[in-house]
């Protein structure tokens, strides 16, 4: 045993399983971008990406998933044409739905945060409302908000995402269900985090 390990305080920051495991699900997330995208009449597009961004933070947590999301949005801005449709990251961005793309991010971060606020047991139905509010009101937030960058009111870009809604919270009702799965089985994936963890290390 070294001494990194023997003195939790000095461990690093990111392990190589760390590092290994938000490797893995940003290959996710630009996986789920294959099947493409359904464009409806608004132009918004539907993808399953966003099903990836809510499994990284409800899966690793707030800083294992951001990575992972952080990892596919610079491979995407660097070129890669991994975004739903065969789009990289500045097409996405200099088009009507680029805030969707930007909210994915914090996104993550706030599923994560929320998720690791209620570990070490992971309810599924409270990992549901988490990935909604992460997976929907944060991304349809700064989807919305890049729509009225680019001229668009906010009345017509929240009425060109209302029938994107109930495909949203399936995607969340699946993570959620998916990582209940997840942390029965490997337990620990997410470090707790919250109130009652810092009165225990005090």
């Known amino acids: 045993m070294d001494e990194t ?4 305080a000095r461990a690093p920051f990111l392990s190589v399983t760390d590092l290994t495991q938000a490797a893995v699900f940003a290959a996710l997330i630009a996986a789920l971008g294959l099947p493409g995208t359904i464009n409806l009449s608004s132009g918004v597009p539907i993808t399953l990406q966003s099903l990836g961004v809510m499994l990284a933070g409800c899966v690793l947590g707030p800083k294992k998933g951001t990575l992972a999301v952080a990892i596919f949005a610079v491979l995407a801005l660097v070129g890669l044409p991994i975004l739903a449709g065969g ?8 088009s009507v739905t680029g805030g969707f ?12 945060l929320l998720t690791a606020m209620m570990m070490p047991k992971y309810r599924w139905w409270l990992g549901i409302v988490f990935n909604v509010i992460g997976g929907l009101l944060v991304i349809y937030a700064c989807g919305i908000a890049g729509m009225m960058i680019k001229g668009m009111t906010f009345d ?4 060109a995402n ?3 809604i109930a ?3 399936g995607k969340a009702v699946v993570a959620a269900l998916v990582a209940a799965q ?6 620990g994936l997410i470090k707790p985090f919250g109130p009652a963890t810092l009165l225990r290390k005090a």
């Open 156 to 159: 017509a870009a929240l009425s």
């Open 182 to 187: 997840v942390h029965r089985g490997w337990p």
């Open 87 to 94: 789009r990289n990251g500045w097409t996405s961005l200099t």
């Open 101 to 112: 793309f930007v909210g994915f991010l914090p996104a993550a971060f706030i599923i994560g």
């Open 5 to 8: 390990t023997r003195d939790p």
């Open 162 to 164: 209302t029938s994107f």
């Open 167 to 169: 495909g949203d919270i």
